[in-house]
């Protein structure tokens, strides 16, 4: 049997309340990116949710777990705002986080290549270096250091909704 006839129905579990279009533009503005609208359809009734089943492959071959998406509920631990800013230091240019691992990594869209279209990316958060002492400490320019911590993304798939068909139990 291929690959394709075995599709795995994603059960989202434990959401946050409902998002509205109002409130997801509202974030896309303060992120300053467009976010897919498989992404868009997804977290309006999945805000905050863990998906059953939960496990996917980086293109490495190597497993990882879905945690849980990130949420757009300004009170929430987990808001994307929330997130995104207590990580962009970090974070290659163009990371958007939309989902966490168990274990305090990152699930997020890459606008570092085509805008319209991000992949969806594992950040690895061990030993991931801030870009600005990155600069200061090894005299790196702002690209040296953006391209050094690049290196902490591994690819999963090429879109949300491929992300969301290879979840796997």
């Given at each position: 049997m291929s690959g394709e006839d075995e599709v795995n129905e994603v059960v989202w579990q434990f959401a946050d309340r409902d998002v509205t279009l109002e409130e997801i533009a509202a974030i896309q503005q303060e992120l300053g990116v467009e976010l897919p609208s498989d992404y868009v359809t997804c977290i309006r009734k999945n805000n905050g949710?863990?998906?059953?089943?939960?496990?996917?492959e980086l293109e490495t071959g190597e497993q990882k777990v879905f945690g849980t998406l990130l949420s757009f509920d300004r009170e929430s631990e987990e808001?994307?705002?929330d997130v995104f800013n207590d990580?962009?230091?970090?974070?290659?240019?163009?990371?958007i986080p939309i989902a966490f691992d168990?274990?305090?990594n990152l699930i997020?869209?890459?606008?570092?290549?085509?805008?319209?279209?991000?992949?969806?990316?594992?950040?690895?958060?061990e030993n991931a270096g801030d870009k600005d002492i990155l600069m200061s400490e090894l005299g790196l320019t702002a690209t040296q250091a953006d391209a050094m911590v690049?290196?902490?993304?591994t690819r999963i798939a090429s879109?949300?909704?491929?992300?969301?068909?290879?979840l796997h139990g």
């Amino acid at each position: 049997m291929s690959g394709e006839d075995e599709v795995n129905e994603v059960v989202w579990q434990f959401a946050d309340r409902d998002v509205t279009l109002e409130e997801i533009a509202a974030i896309q503005q303060e992120l300053g990116v467009e976010l897919p609208s498989d992404y868009v359809t997804c977290i309006r009734k999945n805000n905050g949710a863990s998906a059953e089943p939960d496990l996917f492959e980086l293109e490495t071959g190597e497993q990882k777990v879905f945690g849980t998406l990130l949420s757009f509920d300004r009170e929430s631990e987990e808001f994307v705002l929330d997130v995104f800013n207590d990580h962009k230091a970090a974070l290659p240019a163009g990371a958007i986080p939309i989902a966490f691992d168990p274990a305090g990594n990152l699930i997020c869209f890459d606008y570092g290549g085509d805008d319209a279209n991000p992949a969806v990316v594992f950040w690895n958060h061990e030993n991931a270096g801030d870009k600005d002492i990155l600069m200061s400490e090894l005299g790196l320019t702002a690209t040296q250091a953006d391209a050094m911590v690049r290196k902490k993304l591994t690819r999963i798939a090429s879109t949300f909704t491929a992300f969301v068909e290879g979840l796997h139990g």
